[in-house]
């Protein structure tokens, strides 16, 4: 699933090849991806206007537009990539710009040679370019003025003493803690075990229990492990996640790697340096 790493790869293509560039259609049809918009809605609101910034807090991306006469600012378009979705930008003289692998599409598919269905929403520039968003699943969303209110501090961004203050307290598992995303925007369930593993702090660890100092070491490896996905090309580039499988041992130690479940979710660690 994209997680905070995966969708700052797909704002930052739309920052690098998307933005000032006018909207003369949109394929909006796809009424459960575009829900609660009917078709030709999304369409009405968009067509002659320009992206003109892309933002992103935590897993949640929108585009700012270009606003007309007597509007304080155009309508935002909100783009999420769902499970496995993925936005690619064609530019005016024909070449694909997208994050991560440049050449596969979701499930190994060529999104070159991808059925029409699986573009899932469509804007169509004057220049003969295209802004899609690809997703064979049909698990994304698009949507106008996204509601962020819901959303804690971007995981990326937050600093060292509103991070202690917001994930540090309570009786939560430590991991359920960092997933929860009106705590702190942005981590999924690999980024979760990447952290914790480079912290090496115990995922059942009541979260209250972290004195400062750990809170700070969590911060950093929380910081360290994003930044280096984002490098590399997304969560599953991380240095314990091809260890996650049965009868794999910690890349750092050799000792054995355990998993259960916390938090709901699936979750990996290592018995002799993650064992609380």
């Known amino acids: 699933m994209p997680e905070l ?22 394929d909006d049809a796809d009424d459960w991806v575009c829900r609660p918009h009917a078709p030709g809605e999304i369409r009405a609101a968009l067509v ?16 700012d537009t270009s606003q007309e006469d007597g509007e304080d600012a155009g309508p935002r378009l909100g783009l999420h990539l769902g499970m496995s979705g993925r936005i690619i930008v064609r530019t005016a003289e024909g070449g694909t710009v997208h994050g991560g692998d ?6 190994g598919t060529d999104a070159a040679v991808a059925k029409a269905e699986w573009y899932r ?14 997703d064979k699943r049909r698990l994304g969303r698009v949507r106008l003025d996204p509601d962020l209110e819901a959303l804690g ?10 991070f202690r203050a917001r994930v540090g307290r309570g009786t ?55 930044e280096a ?18 009868a794999g041992r910690c890349p750092r130690c050799g000792a054995d790697m355990a998993t259960g479940r916390v938090g709901g979710r699936t979750t990996w660690w290592c018995t002799a340096e993650q064992q609380g």
């Open 121 to 134: 929403f469509t804007l169509v520039f004057e220049d003969g370019g295209s802004l899609r968003l690809f």
């Open 48 to 63: 002659g206007r320009r992206l003109t910034a892309a933002h992103r807090r935590g897993k949640t991306m929108w585009c």
């Open 229 to 246: 996905a984002v490098r590399h090309g997304g969560v599953h580039t991380g240095e314990v996640i091809s260890h996650r499988v049965k």
């Open 153 to 162: 501090p971007d995981a990326a961004e937050i600093g060292v003493a509103d």
């Open 102 to 107: 440049p050449v596969r599409g979701v499930d």
């Open 172 to 226: 939560a598992p430590l991991k359920a803690r960092l997933l929860d995303q009106s705590v702190l925007a942005g981590v999924g369930n690999l980024l979760a075990d990447e952290t914790l593993w480079q912290a090496r702090q115990d995922p059942h660890r009541p979260a209250g229990e972290l004195s400062a100092d750990e809170l700070t070491a969590l911060h950093r490896s929380l910081r360290t492990a994003t």
């Open 5 to 26: 790493p995966e969708v700052e790869l797909a704002r930052s293509t739309i920052e690098e090849a998307g933005l000032g560039r006018t909207i003369v259609d949109v």
